[in-house]
């Protein structure tokens, strides 16, 4: 191995390096150690965070700085958190921006969450503070509207509001010496809402006059606040003021007028503005006041001077109130109101109590009376009209102020003042025009007047004018006020009288005793317009006359001596039987329905068409009729019977024209063909004009009144024409359970009706009856019979209206021959009519059911519609030349419903028919010119 020896000079050099490294490091720690006794800037605090209210001016400080030589500070802000920071310099918005203490100014929150720090710097080096956040909240918005509230002395209610906020406490202030000082308002000086938004003032007085008000809000979460300006001035005015005090209306607080009469009121006011006036009016009676405006009555209401002109008064109110109000228009409080005007109106004369009329007998004193109230005494000055029906009138005497004058006295009277009117005029000076009463009738009553002052008794002396009647007397039984009506009782004996009268409302009772002469005595002594009543239980006899009303009570019967008439009312009650004799009793036109047990009910009370006997001499011989019966009628009930043992009533529904119906019943068959299967029971039907009817019978009879081969299941109306059963209804089963019933039946022709089973025989059975229009100048009839039984001739009649018809041809029956036939070859024009007349080999008769033809006509006609469901069609006409037409309704059997005579203008018109009383069926429209032209039209009612 070979060892190496460093040279010298690589020696010295090493050592060299070791003495400048170790060199360096000397120096090195003499450095360091210099460094340490030289030490920065020294803070004397760190600046603190500020959270303060915007618009005040907050401070950052770092306290006394501890430094060596030169210092300069300088503060920063961040707006980005402390990411970065620039230096700020006074101004507007910063102070001390290079001291110790930095003052922010009227600080905004713009500068809510900046940071701020403050850098030191002096020969020793440099210290930064740590950043101070700067929190800012928001102050309240507060009110910059400035205003004056004008009010007068005493005026309640003046204040202010401003809008509320939840987050807002208020406080209002208040400054009496214009701002130059404020307080704050509270309750104990009469404020109310002093701490709320909306602050109401005290009652206004003259010393509040000046006042400035304003308000301190504040938020309460920060307690930053804000204080308004003066909001408002409030300007205080003393009121208007009335010259005369309590007194200030003239020329008189009260003025005294007629109705219809002028009034004037005035007052004069001062005050501190321009004056607004206002006059109002009220009843004394009612509770308020209402504000007058200019009208036909009232002038100046808006002015000082009140002008009233032809005040009338409201009924049952004669004080009235006016007043007059100041004021200064749109200022609160700011009104002054006159002491109360009255209007007197006074009270024209009124008659209150009216005179009534006076019933008094033959020299019997009577009198008059009247109660009347007004403003002033009253005048009474009476008058008759001397019996000239109220035409002339005469004085009787002077008007008398005298309160006694309220009352006439005639004295004794006499029959010669009988009708005279009475009245009264009542006045008095002041006003006008007078009351006059009303026209009053004294009635004088001859002897013979029933008074019924006592009681019901025809035998009491003082019922009556004059004493109980005798044979002599004409008795009336009077429309007035008698508490008690007449009766002819079993006391009375015998009740005499030459005539008697019984007025419309008044009635007379027959319930026992006797009437002198009442068969004897001739009808014109009767003059029956009111009710008789004969209620006895035994028989009694009808006064031989017309009545108002008829009443059957009681038991027995009651013997029609006469025909008689009734216009309004018949009674049937109790157990008594109106028995007619050989006469007829009729309920005149516009009589009431009569009052009897309903048809399906059974009876004791009806009327018994005979003398009150069995047997055919003694059964159907009189009868009752009714008057004026058509569809608006219904059913009427016929309460009759043929014995007052037998009640056999009848229901007639007549939908045909209008017509009077008597009905009888007997207690016999109905003649003609009836063998065992009938009732022993004909009830006797006519018609006042024989035509037009078209009518439905329900006939009522007993299971005892039945013949041997009745059989109740099949049962039809059958009618006779006296000799022969000449028409009947289908079969069907009678109603009821002993009694029985059966309604059927559309009969155009009346006689004599029963019911029957299939016995009944009629002269030839049709199977069909036709017409045909052949050519426009011919008619073609057709007729089929079954042939069971051989005619002895047909005849065959025409119609040009279905009602009135004639003959026109007659074809002979043949054995075995079923079909016939005829041509009419002179028909005319329009609707024609066609039915056939049989004759049998007994000469007994029946029509056939009626067929119609429409032929070619001149005019031209139309129904508009022709099928409706309506109260009313129209018939088009379009007429050649002017004429009166006849216009008629049938249905297809012939019947009429409607006829009347119209004029037609030449050319188009259209004529409203009125069809609501008809039924749903087809119908024809006849129309007939008076050239004999006819059109017949086909209409359906559904």
């Known amino acids: 191995m070979n060892n190496f020896t460093l040279s010298a000079s690589r020696s010295f050099l090493r050592l060299l390096l070791q003495i400048i490294i170790c060199t360096l490091w000397l120096l090195c720690i003499a450095s360091a150690a210099f460094s340490r006794d030289k030490r920065a800037p020294v803070l004397g605090q760190q600046p603190a965070a500020q959270t303060v209210c915007a618009s005040s001016n907050p401070t950052f400080t770092i306290g006394t700085v501890g430094s060596t030589g030169t210092t300069s500070l300088q503060w920063q802000v961040s707006v980005n958190g402390g990411g970065s920071y620039s230096n700020i310099s006074d101004g507007a918005v910063f102070s001390g921006t290079g001291t110790s203490t930095l003052t922010v100014l009227n600080v905004s929150t713009a500068l809510n969450g900046n940071l701020f720090r403050c850098v030191v710097t002096d020969i020793t080096g440099t210290t930064t503070s740590d950043g101070a956040l700067l929190t800012v909240n928001a102050t309240p918005a507060v009110s910059s509207a400035a205003g004056a509230t004008t009010v007068c002395d005493g005026a309640t209610g003046a204040g202010l509001q401003v809008t509320n ?12 010496n214009n701002g130059a000082s404020w307080q704050n308002a509270t309750a104990g000086d009469g404020y109310t809402g002093a701490t709320t938004h909306d602050i109401t003032y005290p009652a206004a007085n003259l010393g509040m006059n000046g006042n400035l008000y304003r308000y301190i809000a504040t938020i309460t ?15 205080v005015l003393s009121k208007p003021a009335f010259a005369g005090g309590t007194s200030n209306l003239t020329p008189s607080s009260i003025a005294t007028i007629c109705p219809g009469g002028n009034a004037f009121f005035t007052a004069n006011a001062t005050g501190a503005a321009a004056m607004a006036y206002q006059w109002q009016f009220k009843p004394v009676t009612s509770a308020g006041f209402t504000d007058l405006t200019d009208d036909a009555v009232f002038s100046g209401t808006q002015s000082n001077s009140l002008q009233i002109t032809g005040f009338t008064a409201t009924a049952g109110t004669n004080l009235y109130n006016v007043r007059l109000i100041a004021s200064y228009p749109s200022t609160l409080g700011c009104a002054s109101v006159t002491n109360l005007g009255t209007i007197n109106v006074r009270t024209l004369p009124s008659v209150t109590s009216q005179p009534v009329d006076t019933t ?12 009347a109230t007004g403003s002033a005494t009253l005048n009474y000055l009476w008058q008759t009209d001397n019996g000239t029906g109220g035409v002339t009138w005469s004085n009787i005497g ?38 006059t009463s009303a026209e009053r009738v004294l009635t004088v009553r001859r002897s013979g007047t029933w008074l019924g002052t006592v009681d019901t008794k025809w035998e009491e002396p003082m019922n009556w004018c004059g004493g109980v009647p005798d044979n002599t007397i004409d008795v009336l039984v009077p429309n007035f006020f008698p508490p008690n009506m007449p009766d002819i009782s079993n006391g009375t004996g015998t009740a005499f009288f030459r005539s008697i009268e019984i007025e419309n409302a008044a009635r007379l009772t027959i319930s026992g005793g006797a009437v002198d002469g009442i068969a004897s005595r001739a009808s014109n002594l009767y003059n029956l317009q009111g009710t008789v009543a004969y209620t006895a239980t035994v028989n009694q006899n009808i006064f031989p006359a017309n009545h108002g009303s008829l009443e ?16 309004h009312n018949l009674v049937l009650g109790g157990s008594a039987k109106l028995v007619t004799g050989t006469h007829v009793i009729t309920m005149k ?18 009327i018994v068409t005979g003398n009150g006997n069995a047997g ?6 009189g009868g009752l009729r009714i008057e004026q019966v058509d569809a608006a009628d219904g059913a009427v009930l016929f309460p009759i019977g043929p014995t007052p043992a037998a009640y056999n009533p009848i229901q007639l529904t007549n939908a045909g024209t209008v017509d009077n119906f008597t009905v009888a019943v007997n207690d016999q068959m109905i003649p003609g063909g009836i063998h065992a299967s009938g009732v022993n ?4 039907v006519s018609e006042a004009v024989n035509g037009g009817s078209n009518v439905m019978l329900s006939l009522k009879w007993q299971e005892g009144e039945e013949q041997s081969a009745f059989d109740r299941t099949e049962t039809s109306i059958i009618r006779s024409n006296g000799t022969q059963i000449v028409e009947m209804t289908s079969q069907a089963p009678a109603s009821g359970s002993n009694p029985y019933a059966r309604a059927d039946g559309s009969f155009n022709i009346l006689s004599q009706f029963s019911v029957s089973s299939s016995s009944a025989v009629l002269p030839v059975e049709l199977k069909t009856f036709t017409a045909k229009k052949a050519t426009n100048a011919s008619v073609g009839l057709t007729w089929n019979t079954t042939g069971s039984t051989e005619p002895k001739y047909f005849d065959v009649q025409r119609s040009v209206d279905g009602v009135h018809f004639v003959n026109i041809g007659k074809v002979k029956g043949e054995a075995g021959k079923y079909l016939y036939s005829y041509t009419d070859n002179l028909p005319g024009a329009g609707m024609v009519y066609y039915r056939l007349l049989v004759t049998g080999q007994q000469n007994e008769m029946a029509y056939s059911g009626i067929q119609s033809v429409v032929l070619n006509s001149a005019n031209q006609v139309q129904l508009r519609p022709s099928a409706t469901a309506g109260a009313i069609t129209n018939v088009y006409v379009h007429a050649l030349k002017e004429s009166v037409a006849s216009l008629y309704i049938t249905d297809i059997a012939g019947r009429m419903y409607h006829r009347r005579s119209i004029r037609l203008n030449k050319g188009e018109q259209q004529l409203p028919v009125f069809i609501g009383n008809l039924g749903k069926g087809v119908y024809y429209v006849h129309v007939k010119d008076g050239n004999g032209n006819v059109n017949v039209l086909t209409m359906v009612k559904w």
Do not use: E
């Open 165 to 176: 906020d939840a987050v807002l406490s208020y406080q209002w202030q208040v400054s009496t």
């Open 221 to 235: 979460a920060t307690g930053c606040s804000a204080t308004s300006i003066a909001l408002d001035t409030l300007r």
């Open 360 to 371: 008094v007998c033959a020299n019997s004193t009577a009198g008059f009376r009247v109660t």
């Open 398 to 435: 002077v008007a008398s102020p005298s309160p006694a004058a309220a009352t006439l006295n005639l004295g004794a009277v006499t029959t010669a003042m009988n009708g005279f009117r009475y009245r009264v005029i009542v006045s008095h000076n002041l006003c006008a025009p007078p009351a």
């Open 552 to 567: 059957i009570n009681g038991s027995g019967n009651k013997f029609l001596g006469s025909a008689v008439d009734v216009n």
């Open 589 to 606: 036109t516009g009589s009431n329905t009569i009052v009897a047990a309903p048809f399906t009910a059974p009876a004791t009370s009806w």
């Open 616 to 621: 055919a001499g003694n059964t159907g011989l």
């Open 681 to 684: 029971r004909t009830w006797l």
